[in-house]
Nanobody, 114 residues
Framework: VQLQASGGGLVQPGGSLRLSCLAS????????MGWYRQAPGKQRELVAT???????NYADSVKGRFTISRDAAKNTLYLQMNRLKPEDTAVYYC?????????WGQGTLVTVSS
């Protein structure tokens, strides 16, 4: 299994970005995918997860601003990020868990700055 994240970049506070993560390889129809982030000098933290059945979970810090979704036919995970704040600046990683194993993408940098 390989995960390829994209869509990061520089955006002004209040702006929007959409991250994508393409999963390839042997992908189970039953799994959970998610986005995590790691800011400089901080530990990696959960941003949002989505189960194959559609149930979602968000960190309190992004609720109401970020939306996680997935396109099963394309094996692609998305993160729509609106009303971005400087504290959202981090490297964002996509994650997939299935059959008791965990996989990580390479990360994409999101910088929120004026």
């Amino acid at each position: 299994v390989q995960l390829q994240a994209s869509g990061g970049g520089l955006v002004q506070p209040g702006g929007s970005l959409r991250l994508s993560c393409l999963a390839s390889g042997s992908i189970s129809s039953i799994n959970v995918m998610g986005w995590y982030r790691q800011a400089p000098g901080k530990q990696r933290e959960l941003v949002a997860t989505i189960f194959s059945g559609g149930t979602t979970n968000y960190a309190d810090s992004v609720k109401g601003r970020f939306t996680i979704s997935r396109d099963a036919a394309k094996n692609t995970l998305y993160l729509q990020m609106n009303r971005l704040k400087p504290e959202d600046t981090a490297v964002y990683y996509c994650n997939l868990r299935q059959y008791g194993r965990e996989y990580w993408g390479q990360g994409t940098l999101v910088t929120v700055s004026s």
